[in-house]
């Protein structure tokens, strides 16, 4: 893969934070123009100086919100405008909240699938004809939810199993159109976000922070959680002519918590 992404443009939603951010350091690493979104302008500065530390061309930040269709083509109108070319479609935005399901309000549902779910379908329809231009390919970030459910999860677990739904039936148009499209599942990985979560099941549960972190690993004899670079590092491979045949997957990337075959 070295040289493989110089002068191809990466757009990466949720790129201020987390694993988003890991993902575009390592594009811009091999050499990427990278447009990173968020709808923090002050993640997306901070982001911004991360990326630029790795090398490669300075990093393109839009500041939008992906729960509307109008910040979905604000994306789309100046990453076309400023390149008129999306080589790669990382979608990596969205922060569902956990809880006890019976004091989950509409709202919470509403939030969680208008970002994660409908921002990706928005991004994705949007970019696609550049990304048919470019012979590109997307990868959809979802979560290790999607095939292990949990009663204290019930948003993340069916917006994810939804997001890799949604993924496979791009695949089949990707066949067509010379788009490879795949979903990743990342498990308990430590950003910001994971200690969120924790927070929120700590509270629904009355467990602690540290008992819950402790059996996010134990419970499925885990040697340890999983780092951003872990996933980044499965993108990147996505999005390389090595992987041209892999299309229409959903990879877990959980050390092995996933237990079921699907």
Not at 76 to 99: Q, Y
Not at 153 to 165: D, E, H, K, L
Not at 228 to 239: I, K, R, Y
């Amino acid at each position: 893969m070295p040289g493989e992404f110089v002068n191809k443009v990466a757009v990466i939603t949720g790129g201020s934070r987390g694993i988003g951010r890991e993902i575009a350091v390592e594009f811009a690493r091999a050499g990427a123009q990278t447009v990173i979104v968020s709808s923090s302008a002050a993640n997306l500065a901070v982001s911004a100086k991360t990326i630029a530390a790795a090398g490669g061309p300075a990093p393109v930040a839009i500041a939008a919100d992906l729960r509307k269709l109008e910040g979905c083509r604000q994306v789309f109108d100046e990453v076309k405008a400023k390149f008129n070319r999306c080589d790669i479609l990382v979608c990596s935005a969205g922060a569902t909240r956990a809880g006890n399901f019976v004091d989950l309000p509409d709202e919470a549902w509403l939030d969680g699938y208008a970002l994660k779910l409908f921002g990706c379908v928005r991004v994705c329809r949007l970019f696609w004809p550049l990304l048919k231009a470019a012979q590109g390919f997307v990868v959809n970030i979802g979560g290790g939810a999607a095939r292990s459910p949990g009663a204290d999860f019930a948003i993340g677990a069916s917006v994810n199993a939804a997001m890799g739904s949604f993924s496979k039936a791009l695949s089949q148009l990707g066949k067509r159109d010379g788009v490879n499209v795949n979903i990743i599942h990342p498990g308990a990985t430590e950003t910001e976000r994971f200690y969120q979560l924790i927070e929120q099941r700590s509270a629904a549960s009355g467990k602690s922070v540290e008992q819950l972190k402790q059996e996010a690993t134990a419970k499925d004899g885990l040697r340890r959680l999983g780092k951003v670079e872990d996933v980044a590092a499965l993108v990147l491979f996505l999005c390389s002519e090595k992987a041209r045949h892999i299309q229409g997957t959903a990879i877990a990337v959980d050390g092995g918590a996933t237990v079921g075959y699907y």
